[in-house]
């Protein structure tokens, strides 16, 4: 039986592939989808894959991760500035978490350097595009496969 990953995408990350190519790329959210999705399968793993606009659904997805995921990567978007709530719940989900986003967030508005989210992962990309995913997913598998 594979373990399973889950992939939680935070808000306007639904447009990507429209909005703002210049700073988010042209590869949408499905694109990612599928090449996470064959990432995982060749490293022995399953994704469940979401993406929501509302707060409340990423926490209850966070909390579902504690008992049906063994890690989670998450694109909080504009929550990883605003949200305590997140924070709280990755927290208390008892699982790997990497922080992905596909800016350097560091080079753009200052707003954007400060993550609620970054003091509870186990590790943070940033700046790769896409890409950047299948960075996370091979970060989370050797956290893994150690535990």
């Known amino acids: 039986m594979t373990s399973t990953v889950f992939v939680l995408n935070g808000p306007n990350l639904n447009l990507l592939?429209?909005?703002?190519?210049?700073?988010?790329?042209?590869?949408?959210?499905?694109?990612?989808?599928?090449?996470?999705?064959?990432?995982?399968k060749q490293l022995g793993l399953s994704v469940d894959f979401r993406q929501t606009n509302v707060e409340g659904q990423l926490v209850d997805w966070i909390q579902e991760a504690r008992t049906k995921a063994k890690g989670i990567i998450i694109n909080p978007a504009a929550y990883t500035?605003?949200?305590?709530?997140?924070?709280?719940?990755?927290?208390?989900?008892?699982?790997?978490?990497?922080e992905v986003h596909l800016s350097n967030t560091y080079a753009r508005e200052e707003f954007r350097h400060h993550s609620?989210?970054?003091?509870?992962?186990?590790?943070?990309?940033?700046?790769?595009?896409?890409?950047?995913?299948e960075l996370a997913l091979d970060g989370l598998a050797r956290i893994i496969a150690k535990n």
Not at 116 to 133: K, L, R
Request: hydrophobic share 45%; net charge negative; aromatic share 8%.
């Open 116 to 133: 609620y989210v970054s003091p509870v992962a186990h590790g943070i990309v940033v700046g790769f595009g896409a890409y950047g995913y």
């Open 81 to 98: 500035h605003t949200s305590v709530a997140l924070h709280d719940a990755l927290k208390a989900a008892d699982v790997p978490v990497i």
């Open 17 to 40: 592939g429209l909005r703002e190519p210049e700073i988010y790329g042209s590869d949408t959210l499905n694109d990612i989808e599928d090449r996470v999705a064959a990432r995982a």
